[in-house]
């Protein structure tokens, strides 16, 4: 079984940055997996926001392109999401989510950002 546990979310301006975790607990070798990081917004299909495989190439969406980065601590089983230039569109509750053995997801975290 597998744990996941985001935190950083909260209330920010537009223009601001945050910077999102996400630890992994339980039997897994994080090291090996591929994270992703997902946000959803009321009344919107869960979108697939950045993505770090196990060679720490990354993906992102072209909506958060220079804005975000995501990163990993396999030594921490942490992935990280620095998020820069927040606009308000960008407000959602984010979650990560990784495959191993099975799909695993976190409880999310809420991220609002004020115009």
């Known amino acids: 079984q597998v744990r996941l546990v985001e935190s950083g979310g909260g209330l920010v301006q537009a223009g601001g940055s945050l910077s999102l975790s996400c630890v992994a607990s339980?039997?897994?070798?994080?090291?090996?997996?591929?994270i992703h990081w997902y946000r959803q917004s009321p009344g919107n299909q869960r979108e697939l926001v950045a993505t770090?495989?196990?060679?720490?190439?990354?993906d992102y969406a072209d909506s958060v392109k220079g804005r975000f980065t995501i990163s990993r601590d396999n030594a921490k089983n942490t992935a990280y999401l620095q998020m820069n230039g927040l606009k308000p569109e960008d407000t959602a509750v984010y979650y990560c989510?990784?495959?191993?053995?099975?799909?695993?997801w976190g409880r999310g975290t809420q991220v609002t950002v004020s115009s």
């Open positions: 339980g039997s897994i070798i994080f090291r090996m997996t591929t």
């Open positions: 770090i495989n196990r060679t720490r190439d990354t």
């Open positions: 989510n990784l495959y191993w053995y099975r799909d695993y």
